[in-house]
């Protein structure tokens, strides 16, 4: 039985004894980095550092080499996600038709910056460079949704829908 305690919380938490098996799964394949962080994130939901360590220690690779492959890659995640991840389009079509106002207004309302979550775990704010729906700019996601040709005043509507 496992001892270890939640990175967050401090509480036991069972997925380190998953995280086990799962490093345990790949120790011996070469190329087993990646694979391991996918499973790692699935698992946790992001990737702190504290499970980048275990990582390190398990797999015997060095903590800057885990580091460098998730800041490189950018389905990796450093910090949580809400529920609702809001992408905001900062590509140069978006941009010069008002994203940076669309992004400030969510972080306004939503009381968070880009690649942090907010308190509850509803929400949480991204920005990219393109998602290629020039046509709609400026666009955002949401999950799978697509809200295109947006004003900041469309925001707080955006939001409340998504709190219902």
């Keep these: 039985m496992s001892t270890n305690n939640c990175c967050c919380c401090g509480a036991k938490d069972v997925r380190d004894e998953k995280l086990q098996e ?27 550092i504290e499970v980048q360590k275990k990582i390190s220690e398990g797999l015997g690779v060095s903590l800057s080499e885990i580091y460098g492959v998730v800041t490189f890659y950018t389905q990796f995640y450093l910090n949580p996600k809400g529920k609702y991840k ?11 038709k008002g994203a940076g106002q669309i992004l400030d207004k969510f972080k306004e309302l939503l009381g968070i910056d880009v690649d942090e979550c907010t308190e509850d775990g509803m929400f949480s704010l991204e920005a990219c460079r393109c998602i290629g729906a020039c046509g709609l700019a400026p666009v955002i996601t949401i999950n799978d949704d697509v809200y295109g040709r947006l004003v900041p005043e469309d925001v707080e509507g955006i939001i409340k829908k998504y709190k219902e």
């Design 86 to 96: 809001i992408n905001i389009c900062m590509g140069t079509a978006c941009y010069v």
């Design 22 to 48: 799962i490093i345990e799964k790949y120790k011996d394949t070469k190329g087993a980095l990646v694979p391991v962080l996918h499973e790692a994130q699935e698992l946790y939901g992001y990737l702190p």
